[in-house]
Each structure stands twice: as structure tokens, then as C-alpha cells.
């Protein structure tokens, strides 16, 4: 017998006798089959598929399973539960028990995990020993992404260097950033850049795409040896969600490399004064030049190209310091014309020339001295006091 089929089977009976005539007797018999439980509850589907927005509340109705069992009674009462040794739903999700209604538990987060797999079961109200019977049904639900992720740069701050002779129109350095959203979020494609501040004269340009950063005009060390700018990426979302690259308000600083394009210059006086009188080693001159190049190619020696052949003076090459090489003597020469250069770290290096003139100034170093060792003259006896007799000279060669 099958109840699910038939529940009931009506009859009729009849007994006869043996007379004759024969005479018969006519029963109608009712025969109700009861239930047992022999049907496992089945589901509508075998696999219900959702989709569900990652800023759905707790609480939100996903789907409703429906599963049925003809049985009657408590054996075909249907009660829903997860399956958690099958599910990977982590507790994101609950059924109740006896709707199969599937709600949100938790919040969720598409970038952590985009896809949830369960198994719900159901089970009628069977009895041990021979036990409820159950089936299972498979539920997809996919989270549909919201704009919740602003772009993240790769690093936290770029810094890159240049020469002041770049070409505009050179590439200098390429930010990237990514967005973890997807689909119309989608960090591909729909990340844009700008540059957001620290860059008022437009020196640069950023390719709004792809984020690689060129030099608009031409640089110079001297005008401004570094800049610092800010880079913001936007999404496409409504609205856009923007990261702005920062680090102690730093975002990404471009130093400009020196080039030597400055020769050095004299700041210390062509003329310089000394006495004759001083001893070996006396400080005479200190020669200065200034070169506003960075680095090597600022840095200045000193040298002593002509006007030194009897080595006078010595030059210290790197303080600019010029001494006596040896005693000065006004008396056989009373100034000095030295060319010397300035010349800095370059490659190629750059110089500079200056004529320095040392003048020599007399000291009381010298004693009179005769013409003649020897004067003869003849005088007649009874002359005048104050007749001529003789001229004798003495000449001094200091001056003044």
C-alpha cells in the first residue's frame, strides 16, 4: 500500500448461499491506510541562487527555501537548518527553522570574500529508531560590490630624482594606485590621478590614467633645487572616493640634481699690500670665489697660473690662503702681478681668472752709502769761513 497515493480503499463484499434460489448479502468495507514515515522531505530546487549587496543590514531576507514531504503529521512537518560541516558561510547567515527563510546575520565585506556556498538541510519530524529523513539543497549567493574602497597608492611615498637639463615632455617616475571594488569599481580601468597641490607654476603633468608624471617645463637647481607634490587617484564611484598620497605631509618629492652650468666668481679684491719686512710665511692675500652649482660641482681650488716664476708666494689651493714663499726685497722688485684661477669639481670643470696685483711697501732697511769711498780736495790757506770746498753725496734706496 501506498497512502501517499491512496489513503483510503473503499470495498465491497458479497456472500452468497447455497439455496435456490441463491440468496446474497452485500458489505461496503472502508479500509483507511495509515501513515508511516517512507518520504524524506524534497526541495523545490536543487540549487537556489542570491545575490546580495555588500551593505545589506543584518537581517535581511536572502531567499526562501521550500522543501515539502507528503507525509502526515509530525512526519511531514519540515524544519530548516545549515549545514556548518558543508557550509564555508563562516556564521554570515541563519534559516528559520521552520519558514526557510535565509537572513543575513553578519556584515559582509565583498573584498574579503565575493562568493558563499551553503548547504541547508531539511528534515521532517520522523522517530527514532527509524529516524528522520532529510534532504539538502545548495544555495549560491554572490555579494554585489559597493564603492566602500578608496584607491590605495603602492607605496607611501615616492621620491625620484632628475637633472635640471631634462627635456620637458620626460617621463620622471609612474604612481600607481589600486581599488580593491570591482565591476564598475574596477581599479583597472577606472582609477584616475591628478595632481592636487604643490605645483602652482605646472612645472609637471600626470597622465590621469596610467599615473606616469612628465616635466612640462624646463627645471632650474638655482630657482628651486626640489618639489614636493600631492597625487590623488579617484574612483569612478557616485560619489568618487579619492586617496590622497601623504606621509607627514609629504607625498612625492622630486629633487632636481645640480648640473655644473655656473663657472665660479671672485668675491676677494684684485689688490693686496705688504711689507717687505715679513718673515717667510706671513699671510699676504685670501683669495675667494663663489660657485652656486651643488655638491662637486661647487666646490673651488685655487691656483697660480703666471707672474710666480721665482715661487715668491705659495697658494694653498684649497682655502684660497696666499703666503711668503721666501723674504720680499722692495729694493729689486716692488710688486708682483699674479694670474690666478678658480676652478671648481665639474666635469667638465669650470674656471674663472683674476689678476692680482701685490704691491711691496718700504721699510727703513737701508743705509745711506757714498758715491765715492774716497773724496779729495785742495783749499787755499786764508780763505773766507763758508768759500765751497767739495760736494760729497750719499743716496738711501728706501723711498719716502
Not at 183 to 189: H, I, K, M, R, T
Not at 236 to 253: E, H, Q, T
Not at 317 to 324: A, C, D, E
Not at 365 to 388: I, R
Request: hydrophobic share 35%; charged share 25%.
Amino acid at each position: 500500500l501506498d497512502r501517499e497515493r491512496a489513503a483510503a480503499h473503499l470495498l465491497v463484499v458479497e456472500a452468497w448461499d447455497g439455496g435456490s434460489p441463491r440468496r446474497r448479502g452485500r458489505l461496503r468495507v472502508s479500509v483507511r491506510v495509515l501513515d508511516e514515515n517512507d518520504n524524506a522531505p524534497a526541495f523545490s530546487r536543487g540549487e537556489y541562487r542570491a545575490r546580495l549587496r555588500e551593505d545589506a543590514p543584518p537581517g535581511t531576507a536572502v531567499c526562501r527555501l521550500r522543501a515539502t514531504d507528503p507525509d502526515l503529521g509530525a512526519y511531514g512537518e519540515v524544519r530548516y537548518a545549515i549545514s556548518r560541516r558543508q557550509s564555508d558561510s563562516d556564521g554570515f547567515f541563519a534559516v528559520e527553522e521552520r519558514s526557510g527563510v535565509l537572513r543575513l546575520r553578519r556584515p559582509l565585506d565583498r573584498e574579503a570574500r565575493a562568493l558563499h556556498r551553503l548547504v541547508v538541510e531539511a528534515r521532517d519530524g520522523g522517530v527514532p529508531p527509524e529516524g528522520g529523513l532529510s534532504a539538502q539543497a545548495f544555495v549560491r549567493i554572490e555579494v554585489e560590490d559597493i564603492n566602500d574602497n578608496q584607491p590605495v597608492f603602492e607605496q607611501a611615498v615616492y621620491v625620484t630624482s632628475i637633472s635640471s637639463h631634462t627635456q620637458p615632455g620626460t617621463e620622471i617616475i609612474n604612481v600607481v594606485a589600486t581599488d580593491k571594488d570591482s565591476g564598475l569599481y574596477d581599479s583597472l580601468e577606472v582609477v584616475s590621478y591628478r595632481i592636487s597641490s604643490g605645483d602652482p607654476h605646472e612645472r609637471f603633468s600626470i597622465d590621469p590614467r596610467f599615473g606616469i608624471i612628465r616635466t612640462k617645463k624646463k627645471l632650474d637647481y638655482e630657482t628651486q633645487s626640489e618639489y614636493t607634490l600631492h597625487i590623488a587617484a579617484e574612483d569612478c564611484g557616485n560619489p568618487p572616493l579619492a586617496s590622497l598620497l601623504m606621509l607627514d605631509s609629504l607625498s612625492m618629492k622630486i629633487v632636481i640634481l645640480d648640473i655644473n652650468d655656473n663657472s665660479p666668481s671672485f668675491t676677494s679684491l684684485p689688490l693686496s699690500y705688504v711689507l717687505e719686512d715679513v718673515e717667510v710665511g706671513f699671510l699676504v692675500h685670501h683669495i675667494t670665489a663663489k660657485d652656486p652649482d651643488e655638491g662637486r660641482n661647487g666646490q673651488v681650488t685655487y691656483h697660480i697660473l703666471s707672474g710666480n716664476e721665482n715661487k715668491a708666494f705659495v697658494l694653498d689651493k684649497i682655502t684660497g690662503l696666499l703666503t711668503t714663499a721666501q723674504l720680499l726685497d722692495r729694493e729689486i722688485q716692488d710688486h708682483y702681478s699674479l694670474t690666478v684661477m678658480a676652478l671648481d669639481g665639474g666635469s667638465p670643470a669650470l674656471s674663472a681668472t683674476q689678476v692680482l696685483t701685490i704691491t711691496v711697501l718700504d721699510v727703513n732697511d737701508e743705509a745711506p752709502v757714498f758715491l765715492k769711498q774716497l773724496y779729495e780736495a785742495a783749499v787755499c790757506e786764508n780763505q773766507d769761513p763758508g768759500e765751497y770746498v767739495i760736494k760729497v753725496e750719499a743716496v738711501d734706496r728706501d723711498t719716502g
